[in-house]
């Protein structure tokens, strides 16, 4: 039985691992994202005021 379990968990175990990777990833790639848009519209917003 407890050999049975390991094997269980290490056959589902790598397929929830990405899972967990991707969706976890696509969060931070997603705030860094933000995090460059609010940059970018920051310097852009201070471009415009010195042109006009």
Same mark, same amino acid.
């Given at each position: 039985? %407890? =050999?049975? +379990? $390991?094997? &269980?968990?290490?056959? &589902? $175990?790598?397929? &929830?691992?990405? %899972?967990? =990777? @991707?969706?976890? $990833? +696509?969060i931070?790639l !997603? !705030?860094? /994202? %933000? /995090? &460059?848009?609010? !940059?970018?519209l #920051? @310097?852009? #917003?201070?471009?415009? %005021?010195?042109?006009?």
């Open positions: 039985m %407890v =050999k049975n +379990q $390991g094997n &269980i968990k290490t056959r &589902i $175990g790598p397929l &929830i691992h990405p %899972v967990l =990777k @991707t969706y976890m $990833g +696509q931070y !997603f !705030f860094i /994202e %933000v /995090e &460059i848009d609010y !940059f970018f #920051n @310097t852009f #917003n201070k471009f415009i %005021v010195k042109l006009n």
